[in-house]
T-cell receptor, first 112, second 115 residues
């Protein structure tokens, strides 16, 4: 079945550091890929998505590129802020009733 | 305007009780879901509904009974609550079953604690 693997963390960085959170996937067919973010005590928010190979999703300074050849969708940001501290989930979905398959989440802590 | 809203946000109850969580979406979507997030933050789908019809039931105990009175609402009723039911329950919706790349929109979660 489909699966998503991401680094679990916690990942601790200083403010203005470069961020990479790795995500790789296994899927049949050609799924869409997503990054969701969960701030402390809140629900899940869509951060960005990509629906086909070589697409780049971007939002709020975050980027991720759908790499079919390496089955990856790594999340990057050039300069993180304290307000980026949250749990980040990589997910894949092929459409349909199965919804999304999530990775285990990466807890990101940004220190001032 | 909240797209997917669920109530209550926090719920503390005793073992053996029955409780419900309500969910409504105002996005005009056909498909709704319930997800469970455990203490390690792992998210797993429980149910999916399309136009009020159950599509997926992911080996959830039959103490959990979803009900969809119309396509904008998907409520979750839990009987005989157990300690292991303590989790965050997320309601979600997406446009329909057909669209590749459809975004799934989540509610803010309901934090259930069974004592």
């Amino acid at each position: 079945g489909d699966s998503v693997t991401q680094m679990e963390g916690p990942v601790t960085l200083s403010e203005e550091a470069f961020l990479t959170i790795n995500c790789t996937y296994t899927a049949t067919g050609y799924p869409s890929l997503f990054w969701y973010v969960q701030y402390p005590g809140e629900g899940l928010q869509l951060l960005l998505k990509a629906t086909k190979a070589d697409d780049k999703g971007s939002n709020k300074g975050f980027e991720a590129t759908y790499r079919k050849e390496t089955t990856s969708f790594h999340l990057e940001k050039g300069s993180v802020q304290v307000s980026d501290s949250a749990v980040y989930f990589c997910a894949l979905g092929g459409g349909g009733a199965d919804g999304l398959t999530f990775g285990k989440g990466t807890h990101l802590i940004i220190q001032p | 305007d909240t797209a997917v809203s669920q109530t209550p946000k926090y719920l503390v109850t005793q073992m053996g009780n029955d409780k419900s969580i309500k969910c409504e979406q105002n996005l005009g979507h056909d498909t709704m879901y319930w997800y469970k997030q455990d203490s390690k933050k792992f998210l797993k789908i429980m149910f999916s509904y399309n136009n009020k019809e159950l599509i997926i039931n992911e080996t959830v105990p039959n103490r959990f009974s979803p009900k969809s009175p119309d396509k904008a609402h998907l409520n979750l009723h839990i009987n005989s609550l157990e300690l292991g039911d303590s989790a965050v329950y997320f309601c979600a919706s997406s446009q329909d079953l057909r669209g590749h790349g459809n975004t799934i929109y989540f509610g803010e979660g309901s934090w259930l604690t069974v004592v």
